[in-house]
């Protein structure tokens, strides 16, 4: 079975700062895909970035990144230049292989609720 | 942009009464999902739809949850009846392939339910 850890319930980050938020998974499988999703307090889960487990390079979308280490089994996303409206909920998820139709699904760790200080 | 909608956006019933959700994925979307999302945890699925036929409801207590995605189109999540433990937001989400192998998934705004 699939796991995802998110060992930190709060983040502060002060405006314009870069914040870390960290994410471990357990997996046996081979191929798999890393996501993370903000989730403002009106409750919609946005979509902010994915990493293939095959992926080399991290991956980036604006201002977030991913920092894959595949050994650690460790998916944290880093946000640079933290904006007011980053205040939200992040979420950490997996999806099992593409292969298999009920894999598509993804299993959501915790959360963690960052705010950013003015 | 395309969205996902979900309404009614607030339920607020009694308990031992009937509710139900109702979702329109994105038009092209193959594959629907329920998530139910405890206060202060992770949303966990409930059902996964692939056109109009259940992949996994696993999780879905089937007691008193029922889905259905008849066309393969629209779908309906309803709780007959509603217990306190059911209050929670529920959310859907769909998928498609994509070249990248993501398969993001894209949520509605949810259906937030309170049972009193």
């Known amino acids: 079975a699939q796991k995802i850890t998110q060992t930190q319930p709060g983040m502060f980050v002060q405006e314009k700062e870069a914040v870390t938020l960290d994410c471990t998974y357990d997996t046996s499988d081979q191929s798999y895909g890393l996501f993370w999703y903000k989730q403002p307090s009106s409750g919609e889960m946005i979509f902010l970035i994915y990493?293939?487990?095959?992926?080399?390079q991290n991956a980036t979308e604006g201002r977030y990144s991913l920092n894959f280490q595949k050994a650690r089994k460790s998916a944290n996303l880093v946000i640079s230049a933290s904006q007011l409206g980053d205040s939200a909920m992040y979420f950490c998820?997996?999806?099992?292989?593409?292969?298999?139709?009920?894999?598509?699904?993804?299993?959501f760790g915790s959360g963690t609720q960052l705010t950013v200080l003015p | 942009e395309a969205e996902v909608a979900q309404s009614p956006r607030y339920k607020i019933t009694e308990k031992s009464q009937a509710v139900a959700f109702w979702c329109d994925p994105i038009?092209?979307?193959?594959?629907l999902y329920w998530y139910r999302q405890i206060l202060g945890q992770g949303p966990e699925l409930l059902v996964q739809f692939q056109d109009e036929s259940v992949v996994d409801d696993s999780q879905l207590p089937k007691d008193r949850f029922s889905a259905e995605r008849l066309k393969g189109v629209d779908s309906t999540l309803k709780i007959q009846p509603a217990e306190l433990g059911d209050s929670a937001m529920y959310l859907c989400a769909s998928s498609s392939p994509d070249r990248a192998g993501a398969n993001v998934l894209t949520f509605g705004a949810g259906s937030r339910l309170t049972v009193l």
């Open positions: 038009s092209g979307h193959a594959t």
């Open positions: 990493q293939g487990s095959y992926d080399e």
């Open positions: 998820a997996m999806r099992r292989p593409i292969s298999s139709g009920s894999a598509r699904q993804l299993t």
